[in-house]
């Protein structure tokens, strides 16, 4: 049985890592993982994969290591991915064509099944298996098809609107690649990715790794 306890903000982030690593283990046919492996292929330490299953109640079998099976299925319910979840994008631009073209969507349970844009040289085109409809039909949309999750890649001026927009129709929560921040009620649930700033953070890492090789070969 899994854990009563309150999995922590940081186990939840990392909890995608060690699904995709079993991914990758099951088609390669292996049935166990230790967790040195198991971190190792995650990026993280074997202490902290262990400390992480066990808010699932998962503790692996010493001297054998985790069923891959059985830990996968503990994950996708933990994250809610027993079901498909659909999926709407808001943004027809080249950001949201790559992202309804991504093939990695329907492995992990998430279905693209609606798309809006307000810009009406979009509306009636293909944007990857859904075709583009207007904004203003967004509420009754979303829905009739049931959107559990959107995902915004307008510019960062209108992003704001749009969340409201979707709230009020009902989807709980949104994944925001507009570069600006979307304020939402307590009850949604929002991740904001901004490409600019982790290219930012990127160059900050690369610059300091730059300064402190010169300053060892001074």
């Known amino acids: ?29 292996t049935t166990t993982l230790s967790s040195d492996v198991l971190a190792a292929r995650a990026g993280v330490n074997a202490a902290q994969v ?31 991915l027993d079901d498909d979840r659909r999926v709407a994008i808001v943004g027809a631009g080249n950001l949201g064509q790559a992202l309804a073209s991504y093939a990695g969507f329907p492995e992990r349970g998430f279905q693209v099944v609606a798309a809006f844009d307000a810009d009406p040289a979009k509306i009636g085109s293909r944007l990857g298996s859904t075709v583009v409809s207007a904004v203003t039909d967004m509420p009754r ?26 709230i009020k129709a009902g989807v709980g929560s949104i994944l925001n690649f507009a570069p600006t921040t979307v304020i939402v009620p307590s009850q949604v649930a929002v991740r904001q990715v901004d490409l600019g700033i982790e290219l930012q953070i990127l160059s900050f890492y690369h610059h300091h790794i730059d300064t402190t090789a010169a300053t060892a070969g001074s």
């Open 141 to 166: 949309i979303l829905r009739e098809k049931d959107v559990e999750i959107a995902i915004i890649t307008t510019p960062a001026s209108v992003a704001q609107g749009v969340a409201n927009a979707l």
């Open 1 to 29: 049985m899994a854990s009563a306890r309150r999995i922590p903000e940081a186990t939840v982030a990392r909890l995608p890592l060690y699904l995709r690593v079993l991914g990758e283990a099951a088609t390669e046919r």
């Open 50 to 80: 262990r400390k992480d299953l066990s808010f699932l109640g998962s503790y692996g079998t010493r001297g054998v290591g985790y069923d891959v099976d059985y830990l996968v299925r503990q994950i996708n319910r933990q994250l809610g």
